[in-house]
């Protein structure tokens, strides 16, 4: 177990895991004191949100919005993506590349400015701030495809828009799926980010601030945990449903 | 000796050269590739160029196949056109009473079909789903497809494979599905880089006697080897070109071609036995 390379059985990983937990756990409950509030106040804290109907609203309001910006991020991303290899529009997906660079929170004032009203706003700021993280992962997928994936479309008799339909649109499916599962991530957490920007609607990050506004710590933890366990369990779908729409993939 | 007559052209490559900044790596490749007619048969071409690792037969395999332009120099294939009347080129066995008329012009990629050394396929695609692309690229073909496809894989004993993925197969079944799909394209030509390379003994002879059916599938096919299995590759040819340096000079060239037919080496199932291929192969040796 502590060496190198060595391989363990599964159950083994999770009874290691298991204790490791259970180890964290007792040392925080033992350590902690004053503003820090102990696992056992979280769980009850915890315990309590998950009987409200304020948490399952709030998470509504929030799922909404990630899946909005995700389907406008990935349908914004693959046409760049896609169009890149036309040498009139590499420049474009260049500059979006190079977007990554550029922080949100100087550009909130213009984004008022261009959007009619708060929900617009969450959602044109989450998908700014997603594209550009996109367009990288895929644009790399796109550079790293082996050039005898050309040429057999080549060998094969394909025109330019073949190969480009058959190599990166279907070809590449699967890898979209990927980069989609590893930037929910991305997009999860700028949530709570940009919900504090207009509380009106509620959301996930709008409870997470109020809390904070309190120093409700306990909650605020408690909350961050529900935000964890959420970001795994779309983790886990996504990757399952990727294994089912694309049994080729590894 | 059997009877045979060499006639029109069928590919020509004329002073090629290919150079990578100052270094020369093709200078003045020159040969040419006829039709095989013995009375009686379809009997399509069987072509080697050996040479030794490092020489440019790769470079030279990538020009053929029109995947890269040579620096100067052309090759002109001759290639298949249906007219809709009788043609000059009637003995075809693809479209029988069709009009098929010759006509030679630069090769281009997608007018030769081209097995890479790796066998390499989408992996995104089924075994079916490939060999259907393909397929749909030839105009022959044209609503018989799955037909087409039926027939080869029942012939290349791959009817049980057709609907896995690449990577679930061994790199014998790998390569049965890159000829069976360039063949479904329709090309004339078939080139093949290192086709025997990683081979096992037993499967080295099904591979060449695989081969040996394609080139009588059809009276214009011809198959182009590129490899350095000497031994395998001249018991299947009909006509060797070696590809080597000559003294002096920069770059590779073909520096000899041998006639195996004019040596009563070609189409015999036990030709290795014969002492004439031991010398043949001696003297390739030594011209390497």
Same mark, same amino acid.
């Given at each position: 177990?502590?060496?190198?390379?060595?391989?363990?059985?599964?159950?083994?990983?999770?009874?290691?895991?298991?204790?490791?937990?259970?180890?964290?756990?007792?040392?925080?409950?033992?350590?902690?004191?004053?503003?820090? *509030?102990?696992?056992?106040?979280?769980?009850?804290?915890?315990?309590?949100?998950?009987?409200?109907?304020?948490?399952?609203?709030?998470?509504?309001?929030?799922?909404?919005?990630?899946?909005?910006?995700?389907?406008?991020?990935?349908?914004?991303?693959?046409?760049?993506?896609?169009?890149?290899?036309?040498?009139?529009?590499?420049?474009?997906?260049?500059?979006?590349?190079?977007?990554?660079?550029?922080?949100?929170?100087?550009?909130?004032?213009?984004?008022?400015?261009?959007?009619?009203?708060?929900?617009?706003?969450?959602?044109?700021?989450?998908?700014?701030?997603?594209? *550009?993280? /996109?367009?990288?992962?895929?644009?790399?997928?796109?550079?790293?495809? *082996?050039?005898?994936? /050309?040429?057999?479309?080549?060998?094969?008799?394909?025109?330019?828009? +073949?190969?480009?339909?058959?190599?990166?649109?279907?070809?590449?499916?699967? +890898?979209?799926?990927?980069?989609?599962?590893?930037?929910?991530?991305?997009?999860?957490?700028?949530?709570?980010?940009?919900?504090?920007?207009?509380?009106?609607?509620?959301?996930?990050?709008?409870?997470?601030?109020?809390?904070?506004?309190?120093?409700?710590?306990?909650?605020?933890?408690?909350?961050?945990?529900?935000?964890?366990?959420?970001?795994?369990?779309?983790?886990?779908?996504?990757?399952?449903?990727?294994?089912?729409?694309?049994?080729?993939?590894? | 000796?059997?009877?045979?007559?060499?006639?029109?052209?069928?590919?020509?490559?004329?002073?090629?050269?290919?150079?990578?900044?100052?270094?020369?790596?093709?200078?003045?490749?020159?040969?040419?590739?006829?039709?095989?007619?013995?009375?009686?048969?379809?009997?399509?071409?069987? &072509?080697?160029?050996?040479?030794?690792?490092?020489?440019?037969?790769?470079?030279?395999?990538?020009?053929?196949?029109?995947?890269?332009?040579?620096?100067?120099?052309?090759?002109?294939?001759?290639?298949?056109?249906?007219?809709?009347?009788?043609?000059?080129?009637?003995?075809?066995?693809?479209?029988?009473?069709?009009?098929?008329?010759?006509?030679?012009?630069?090769?281009?990629?997608?007018?030769?079909?081209? &097995?890479?050394?790796?066998?390499?396929?989408?992996?995104?695609?089924?075994?079916?789903?490939?060999?259907?692309?393909?397929?749909?690229?030839?105009?022959?073909?044209?609503?018989?497809?799955?037909?087409?496809?039926?027939?080869?894989?029942?012939?290349?004993?791959?009817?049980?494979?057709?609907?896995?993925?690449?990577?679930?197969?061994?790199?014998?079944?790998?390569?049965?599905?890159?000829?069976?799909?360039?063949?479904?394209?329709?090309?004339?030509?078939?080139?093949?880089?290192?086709?025997?390379?990683?081979?096992?003994?037993?499967?080295?002879?099904?591979?060449?006697?695989?081969?040996?059916?394609?080139?009588?599938?059809?009276?214009?096919?011809?198959?182009?080897?590129?490899?350095?299995?000497?031994?395998?590759?001249?018991?299947?040819?009909?006509?060797?070109?070696?590809?080597?340096?000559?003294?002096?000079?920069?770059?590779?060239?073909?520096?000899?071609?041998?006639?195996?037919?004019?040596?009563?080496?070609?189409?015999?199932?036990?030709?290795?036995?014969?002492?004439?291929?031991?010398?043949?192969?001696?003297?390739?040796?030594?011209?390497?």
């Amino acid at each position: 177990m502590f060496k190198p390379f060595e391989k363990i059985s599964r159950q083994s990983f999770f009874v290691m895991v298991l204790l490791q937990v259970v180890l964290t756990l007792t040392i925080w409950q033992f350590s902690a004191g004053g503003l820090i *509030p102990t696992p056992a106040r979280i769980a009850a804290a915890l315990g309590h949100l998950l009987t409200t109907r304020l948490l399952a609203d709030n998470i509504l309001v929030s799922l909404l919005l990630t899946g909005q910006a995700m389907f406008w991020s990935i349908l914004i991303t693959l046409g760049f993506a896609y169009l890149s290899v036309i040498p009139f529009f590499s420049s474009i997906a260049q500059f979006i590349v190079k977007c990554r660079y550029l922080t949100l929170t100087g550009l909130i004032f213009i984004f008022t400015l261009l959007t009619r009203d708060g929900s617009q706003l969450k959602l044109s700021l989450l998908v700014s701030g997603i594209v *550009p993280f /996109f367009t990288t992962s895929f644009l790399a997928v796109i550079l790293n495809i *082996p050039r005898q994936e /050309f040429e057999l479309c080549q060998t094969l008799g394909y025109s330019r828009w +073949q190969s480009l339909y058959e190599v990166i649109i279907v070809g590449k499916a699967d +890898q979209v799926f990927e980069i989609l599962r590893q930037n929910f991530a991305i997009s999860w957490m700028m949530i709570t980010m940009v919900e504090g920007l207009s509380m009106s609607e509620g959301g996930i990050g709008t409870l997470l601030i109020k809390y904070n506004k309190y120093n409700d710590l306990a909650n605020v933890i408690a909350l961050q945990m529900v935000i964890f366990g959420i970001g795994l369990c779309f983790d886990y779908l996504l990757g399952t449903l990727r294994r089912w729409l694309f049994p080729y993939t590894r | 000796m059997t009877a045979y007559t060499k006639e029109e052209v069928l590919l020509q490559a004329r002073d090629l050269c290919l150079s990578y900044g100052d270094t020369c790596i093709l200078r003045n490749v020159n040969f040419t590739i006829r039709d095989i007619i013995r009375p009686g048969l379809q009997q399509g071409q069987v &072509v080697s160029l050996i040479g030794r690792s490092g020489i440019g037969k790769t470079q030279l395999f990538r020009v053929l196949s029109g995947l890269q332009k040579p620096g100067s120099g052309s090759i002109g294939i001759r290639q298949r056109v249906e007219t809709g009347g009788p043609g000059v080129a009637e003995r075809s066995a693809v479209q029988p009473g069709a009009g098929v008329l010759c006509q030679e012009h630069p090769v281009r990629p997608g007018d030769m079909g081209v &097995v890479f050394q790796n066998y390499y396929q989408f992996g995104w695609r089924t075994v079916q789903q490939s060999l259907l692309l393909a397929a749909r690229q030839n105009k022959a073909l044209a609503c018989t497809e799955k037909e087409a496809i039926g027939h080869y894989a029942a012939r290349f004993d791959l009817s049980g494979i057709l609907h896995q993925y690449p990577q679930q197969l061994s790199g014998g079944q790998q390569q049965r599905v890159s000829i069976i799909q360039q063949l479904l394209k329709g090309s004339d030509f078939l080139l093949l880089d290192e086709p025997f390379s990683g081979l096992d003994v037993c499967v080295l002879d099904k591979v060449a006697e695989l081969l040996v059916q394609v080139s009588l599938s059809d009276e214009f096919k011809t198959l182009i080897i590129v490899s350095h299995d000497i031994d395998t590759t001249v018991s299947i040819s009909d006509t060797v070109f070696i590809l080597g340096k000559e003294a002096g000079k920069p770059g590779s060239t073909i520096t000899r071609e041998i006639d195996l037919i004019g040596r009563g080496l070609a189409w015999q199932k036990d030709v290795r036995k014969e002492k004439a291929f031991s010398d043949t192969i001696e003297e390739i040796k030594t011209c390497l």
